[in-house]
């Protein structure tokens, strides 16, 4: 065997593979570089009400004034689309990018529900029916470069992402983007929300090194708009504490909030008063003085 | 992945990519260009697959990827949704459109 080691030899016989893997990353992160605030939402486990923080949360900041953007992460089980009242769009491309959906309140969104033509149909690739495990993962992450980089997004002070549900996506979505400012956790208080969002928080900390806004508790209570009271739901110990992070917002359910996400109807737009918008623009509120505070330092 | 010559210590150069076939096996020709030396890789279709999904051309690409490629060249009735030319081919956009 030859004394040649694998960095000794140059090139890879012709197909540039690392240029190519290059320029696509050129691609990204010029294309979020327009961005002000990379803004990941996360679970780690379903059922907690995430998505429909994102999209309130993007709905609060357009309200605001801001320029917001919404890509869902969640390419298997896209739901903004859906809350933010844009399902149907078929993105078209121009020459600087793919235009995006823009919903009543002028937020820019991507999604793979787009390119799934019936309501039922699941996420599928062309290639061999068997052991698809061996390669899917790098076909979604590649698209999910793709959804980020070639979407004209233009200039957006925020752009918030939905990420999917468990901690391996949360890794994946962190790799592939290259840049994720900040991460918000939502949470629902229970012992197994508590169990599972707990595995994401130590791996944004511990192995992504990624900064943590703090977490979202989202449907401890219940608002009843009959009564306008508080009523427990999932109250439990406290999860802030138990991970060590700033408690944002305590969001109570509001059976409306619902009604609104079904229809793609804008519920903090409706109901600015309702204890649920308000906690959500706490969440707004402390997001925004963290980028002014940086804006100013 | 890298080939040497092992008479010659020259690395492998690509000399032609092709022998796609429909079971998704793929070929690659490497030529050592010192000596003339040449072998024949051949993929199976999970190995072929693994390369499409990286987003890469075997043999380099000339022409920058279409916007959203992967979706509309890899994603199952993607090509109404999109203004692309999702081929028909369940591995195209695996070699370089100029070849
Ligand atoms: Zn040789």
């Known amino acids: 065997m030859p004394e040649l080691k694998y960095k000794d030899i140059v090139g890879d016989g012709g197909s540039h593979v690392l240029d190519q893997v290059e320029a696509q990353q050129d691609r990204l992160s ?9 803004l990941g939402i996360m679970s780690g486990k379903g059922g907690v009400g995430k998505s429909t923080v994102t999209a309130n949360l993007a709905r609060i900041l357009a309200i605001r004034g801001k320029s917001v953007g919404v890509l869902d992460a969640d390419l298997n089980g896209p739901s903004m689309a859906k809350l933010l009242g844009v399902r149907g769009h078929k993105p078209d491309v121009s020459e600087k990018g ?23 149909d699941p996420l599928q690739w062309q290639g061999p029916t068997s052991d698809q495990h061996v390669w899917r993962g790098l076909l979604e992450a590649n698209t999910l470069r793709e959804l980020a980089a070639d979407t004209d997004w233009g200039e957006l002070d925020v752009l918030l992402i939905d990420l999917p549900p468990g901690s ?31 595995k ?4 944004a900390r511990r192995v992504l090194e990624q900064p943590l806004l703090g977490i979202v508790y989202n449907m401890r ?16 110990e406290d999860e802030a504490k138990l991970h060590q992070l700033t408690m944002l917002a305590d969001i109570p359910f509001d059976p409306r909030l619902l009604s609104c996400g079904d229809q793609g109807r804008s519920f903090p737009e409706e109901y600015p008063h309702s ?21 100013i330092s | 992945m890298k080939f040497v010559c092992s008479e010659c210590t020259e690395p492998m150069k690509l000399d032609k990519a092709g022998g796609l076939e429909e079971d998704g096996t793929f070929s690659v020709r490497f030529a050592c ?26 043999g380099g690409n000339t022409v920058p990827s279409a916007p959203l490629e992967t979706i509309r060249t890899h994603m199952h009735g993607s090509t109404s949704a999109t203004t692309g030319s999702g081929g028909k081919c369940p591995f195209s956009g695996l070699m370089d459109p100029q070849d």
């Open chain 1, 221 to 236: 209570h219940y608002f009843d708009p009959a009564t306008k009271r508080l009523m427990p739901l999932f109250l439990s």
């Open chain 1, 275 to 295: 204890p649920t918008s308000v906690a959500l623009n706490a969440v707004a509120d402390q997001l925004l003085n963290k980028l002014a505070a940086k804006e």
């Open chain 1, 168 to 198: 391996d996506r949360l890794t994946m979505v962190c790799d592939t983007l290259k840049r994720m400012d900040h991460l918000i956790a939502v949470g629902i208080g229970s012992d197994l929300s508590q169990l599972i969002v707990g």
């Open chain 2, 33 to 58: 260009p010192s000596c003339d030396w040449g072998f024949v890789m051949w993929t199976n279709p999970q190995e072929t697959q693994m390369v499409r999904s990286l987003g890469v051309k075997i």
């Open chain 1, 200 to 203: 994401s928080v130590t791996l």
């Open chain 1, 98 to 120: 793919v235009v995006p959906a823009l919903s009543k309140d002028g937020i820019r969104i991507m999604s793979m529900d787009f390119f799934l033509d019936a309501d039922e």
């Open chain 1, 30 to 38: 010029q294309r979020l570089s327009r961005v002000g605030c990379i």
